[in-house]
């Protein structure tokens, strides 16, 4: 094997563990527990790590294995956006995602009280389910998009649990904003994929109602996560306008045909670079929280 076409393989899985989507995953977790317990220790840190690539290789790698017929017909795999992993590269995917996956979760088991190992079971079997075959739960409409917020969603509950937090309605109201900002980010993110999918005869939130009307549950589903944070304490309430640079992303889409769909990858470019500002705005209304109820 020479110098040039070693790489190839762990170049490969990388870009199937989509790292700019990693910190949508880690963060949420990391918070969860610095919030609650105000210490860092190794539990937090090896959950962090867990969090930020072994899940994200289980996550998005399967998904890309079983997704190849498809993927083969979408011009924006690839890249950044999602591996187009070469035939070779399956069961290798496969056989890592496990191997990186289990040390980190036999550790959280160990570390963590009996309900942390049924929300911990429920995440994973999240990240499963959406793809393998038998389940597939990215071919059932809705249940697409509330699978893949689950896997947002989750590591934060997860954290939260394992760290002993009290889940009061302020909390509650936190998570169930998180989670309409995760059913809408599918479902715009299935926008741009309407084509290669019904090619390679994949059904989908978006495949089902059709660009517009997927666009349009995305906005609905971002303006509530945003109404949703109005009944946080404060500074929360100041977390409802990031709901707006989403919706105006999404915004131009909103009367989007099917076979133009297409189209809404720019927003979709921009969706992800929003992630990261919106990212940075949550992590100062954090650290100010922190301050104030220290």
Same mark, same amino acid.
């Not at 094997?1 to 762990?10: G, K, R, V």
């Given at each position: *094997?020479?110098?040039?076409?070693?790489?190839? /393989?762990?170049r490969q899985l990388l870009l199937a563990s989509r790292p700019l989507s990693w910190i949508n995953t880690a963060f949420p977790f990391a918070a &969860?527990?610095?919030?609650?317990?105000?210490?860092?220790?190794?539990?937090?840190?090896?959950?962090?790590?867990?969090?930020?690539?072994?899940?994200?290789?289980? *996550?998005?790698?399967?998904?890309?294995?079983?997704?190849?017929?498809?993927?083969l017909r979408n011009p924006r795999k690839g890249g950044a956006e999602g591996a187009l992993l070469d035939r070779t590269m399956?069961?290798?995917?496969?056989?890592? &995602? !496990?191997? #990186?996956?289990?040390?980190?979760?036999?550790?959280?088991?160990? +570390?963590?009280?009996p309900l942390s190992w049924l929300v911990l079971a429920i995440s994973v079997f999240a990240v499963l389910a959406y793809s393998v075959p038998g389940l597939r739960f990215k071919e059932v409409p809705?249940?697409?998009?509330?699978?893949?917020s689950t896997?947002?969603?989750? /590591?934060? #509950?997860?954290g939260l649990v394992l760290a002993g937090a009290t889940f009061t309605p302020a909390l509650w109201a936190v998570l169930l904003a998180f989670f309409l900002w995760g059913i809408g980010s599918h479902a715009f993110g299935a926008v741009q994929d309407v084509v290669p999918d019904r090619a390679g005869g994949i059904a989908s939130i978006a495949t089902v109602l059709g660009a517009r009307w997927t666009t349009?549950?995305?906005?609905? !589903?971002?303006?509530? !996560?945003?109404i949703a944070m109005l009944l946080t304490p404060w500074p929360g309430p100041l977390a409802a306008v990031l709901a707006l640079p989403y919706i105006a992303v999404a915004a131009p889409y909103w009367s989007i045909p099917d076979d133009d769909s297409a189209r809404a990858n720019r927003g979709w470019r921009r969706f992800l670079w929003i992630n990261?500002?919106?990212?940075?705005? +949550?992590?100062m209304l954090l650290i100010w929280f922190a301050a104030l109820t220290r």
């Open positions: *094997m020479t110098a040039t076409t070693a790489p190839a /393989p762990l &969860a527990v610095l919030l609650t317990t105000r210490h860092v220790d190794l539990t937090l840190i090896i959950g962090t790590v867990y969090f930020l690539i072994p899940y994200n290789l289980a *996550m998005y790698g399967i998904n890309d294995v079983f997704d190849y017929e498809s993927d399956h069961r290798r995917t496969l056989l890592a &995602a !496990a191997a #990186v996956n289990v040390p980190f979760l036999i550790f959280l088991v160990v +570390v963590g009280p809705f249940l697409d998009s509330i699978t893949s896997h947002f969603v989750s /590591p934060a #509950v997860y349009r549950i995305a906005i609905a !589903a971002w303006a509530l !996560a945003g990261y500002a919106c990212g940075f705005v +949550v992590t």
